[in-house]
Nanobody
């Protein structure tokens, strides 16, 4: 059993900052990729940022230069620092992890989601 528990999020004014964190726990052998997706009302879920075990990162174009993803591999935790937030960043943010539970068994896991609202 694997769980992803998110924290952070909330309400912030445009131009403000927020940070999210997500800790994975349970039967984890190794985490291959970890990061964040988001889903705004009426839109499909989209990748925000991910960081793999080799350190390579991916960002959606709309957040480049404003958001920064980091990982603490020892703690199986991923962070998302969000700066210069815009109303368009309003969404439910979901933590994501692709991980192995043993040498051969892998799967994609999701957190429960945390609301980020950017509004004046």
């Amino acid at each position: 059993q694997v769980q992803l528990v998110e924290s952070g999020g909330g309400l912030v004014q445009p131009g403000g900052s927020l940070s999210l964190s997500c800790a994975a726990s349970g039967s984890i052998f190794t985490i291959v990729d970890m990061g964040w997706y988001r889903q705004a009302p009426g839109k499909e879920r989209e990748l925000v940022a991910t960081k793999n075990s080799g350190g390579a990162t991916k960002y959606v174009d709309s957040v480049k230069g404003r958001f920064a993803i980091s990982r603490d591999n020892a703690k199986n935790t991923v962070y998302l620092q969000m700066n210069s937030l815009e109303p368009e960043d309003t969404a439910i943010y979901y933590c994501y992890a692709r991980l192995y539970t043993d040498y051969t068994t892998w799967g994609d896991y999701w957190g429960q989601g945390t609301q980020v609202t950017v509004s004046s």
